[in-house]
């Protein structure tokens, strides 16, 4: 078992920046893909943004660009660095991870609103 703790959301204006940060209870150094996700109201939840063991990254067309993931120093630890934030980009964001291929764990979400 993994447990996955998110932080780093918050209020920010159109245009500005959060890093998001994702710790799990164990060294992640095994786990295949680590990725992103986000959930705004009424709507589906879809990848931000994900990174493999070999450091492979993918995204989200709608965040390509602005967003940036990487696994931190730590051997237990991902981020999400958002930049040029829109109000589109208001959502609950979880940190997941995949053994292999499909995602296993889960957090809780952390909210981000993109807001003047």
């Known amino acids: 078992q993994v447990q996955l703790v998110e932080s780093g959301g918050g209020l920010v204006q159109p245009g500005g920046s959060l890093r998001l940060s994702c710790v799990a209870s164990?060294?992640?150094?095994?786990?295949?893909?680590m990725g992103w996700f986000r959930q705004a109201p009424g709507q589906q939840r879809e990848l931000v943004a994900s990174?493999?063991?070999?450091?492979?990254?993918n995204y989200g067309a709608s965040v390509k660009g602005r967003f940036t993931i990487s696994r931190g120093h730590a051997k237990n630890t991902v981020y999400l660095q958002m930049n040029s934030l829109k109000p589109e980009d208001t959502a609950v964001y979880y940190c997941?991870?995949?053994?292999?291929?499909?995602?296993?764990?889960w957090g809780q979400g952390t909210q981000v609103t993109v807001s003047s």
């Open positions: 164990r060294s992640i150094f095994s786990m295949n893909l």
């Open positions: 990174i493999t063991s070999g450091g492979r990254t």
């Open positions: 997941a991870a995949a053994q292999r291929w499909t995602y296993d764990y």
